[in-house]
Every structure is written in C-alpha cells, then in structure tokens.
C-alpha cells in the first residue's frame, strides 16, 4: 500500500491569496491525481499530475486557478490562487498502487475561505 | 467509462449484513467494478473490486449478476464504524491505464445501534 501524507490538514485563508497544499507519497509513482470535494458533495476531478511534464486538467479547471507540481516521483503540489469562499472544499490527492488496482487516498485538506 | 446509479441513502442495524446495490447496466466487457467508501473527514478507502467472478475479501464480499449489469456490496457484520459514503464505480483496470476514478454520488450508509 502507498502512504499519503497531505500538508495542511486544514486552512482558514483570506479571500484573493493563495494556498500551495503540499502531497507525499511514501513510494514512486507515476500519476498522481488532484480531486476537489465541496460541501456536501462527491469528489471531482482537478487534474492529473504527471511527473516532468504538465498536469491535464480537467473541464472547468484551469492552470492559472490550480497551478500544479510534479518534481519527482513521491511528491506533487496544488496550489489554489486567488481564493474565494467558493473555493471553500476538501482538497485531495490519490495515486495508484504500483503493483494492485487500488487507488490511495491522502487524508484531505480542509480549506476554509473567508 | 459506465455510469452507475445507487440509492442516496440506506440504513442498517448493527451486527447486521449491510447489502449496498449498484446498478452499471451500460458496463463494457473490460470494465471491473470498483467500491471505495469515505468516512466523514477521511479520504475515500478502497473496499473490494471484481470483473465478472465474486470476490470476497477481510471488509467485505462483492456480488456480481451473471450479466454484470448490476451488483451488490455485502458488509457482512455492520459496526457502527461502517457508517461512511459508499461509491461503486466502474471503469477498465488501473493497470489498463493511467486514467482516475470517477466518482458518483455513493450510498450514505447508516448503521444504527
């Protein structure tokens, strides 16, 4: 199994900065994935983060709102830039198991916009 | 990849079988059938997942009709700490690829004392 390890667990940040959400993984991996959970809602897909190249991002998500890095194989960064309470949600980021069909989960950053 | 479609919500009584279903009539032959759950605050947490055969595993059991057009999570004895958001989700292997789940909407299961 991968060990995720997701920094901050939670934020409270002001409206118009930024936030950078930090992901390390106890392995190598190839992909790993950015997911948003708003209030009450299920997960949806940001982007996949490939490490020494672009993220892909997903419709309706876009570089300039949710820059995203990929340095080496067991570490990826989102950052969420000029916040508004609407960005107001879970944080998560997954990857796959190297030898299974399981996907894993980090623990999620709770991100409070005020 | 397929879509599915569970109910919103579903209760069960402690030390009770918990039977999840989830219908995925549009499954392709290639496509497996994956549950995740998430319990409040915590990321999602993979459970079991299967292709055609039955597949049981320490959490739970994974029954699939012969057609796969449908399917149902069995949490055999239900504690209190099963109560979580359950996602049947389905798509190719994660070894087919290198694409991420899709996540639906889930059941909300409550187990109750």
């Known amino acids: 199994s991968a060990v995720i390890s997701q920094k901050p667990s939670r934020d409270i940040c002001q409206r118009g900065t930024s936030l950078t959400i930090q992901c390390q993984v106890d392995s190598q991996v190839t992909m790993m994935f950015w997911y948003r959970q708003q209030p009450g809602q299920s997960l949806t897909l940001i982007a996949t983060a490939n490490q020494g190249s672009e993220a892909t991002y997903e419709s309706g998500f876009v570089i300039d709102k949710f820059p995203i890095s990929r340095p080496n194989l067991t570490f990826s960064t989102l950052t969420v830039s000029n916040m508004s309470p609407e960005d107001s949600s879970i944080y998560l980021c997954s990857v796959k198991g190297t030898v299974n069909e399981k996907l894993f989960f980090g623990s999620g950053t709770q991100l409070s916009v005020l | ?113």
């Open chain 2, 1 to 113: 990849d397929a879509k599915t479609t569970q109910p919103t919500s579903m209760d069960c009584a402690e030390g009770r079988a918990a039977n999840l279903p989830c219908n995925h009539s549009t499954i392709s032959g290639n496509e497996y059938v994956y549950w995740y759950r998430q319990i409040h605050s915590q990321g999602p947490q993979y459970i079991i997942h299967g292709l055609k055969n039955n597949e049981t595993n320490e959490m739970a059991s994974l029954i699939i009709t012969e057609d796969r057009k449908s399917s149902t999570l069995i949490l055999p004895h239900a504690t209190l700490r099963d109560t979580a958001v359950y996602y049947c989700i389905v798509r190719v292997g994660l070894n087919s690829g290198n694409t991420p789940l899709v996540f639906g909407k889930g059941t909300r299961l409550s187990v109750i004392a």
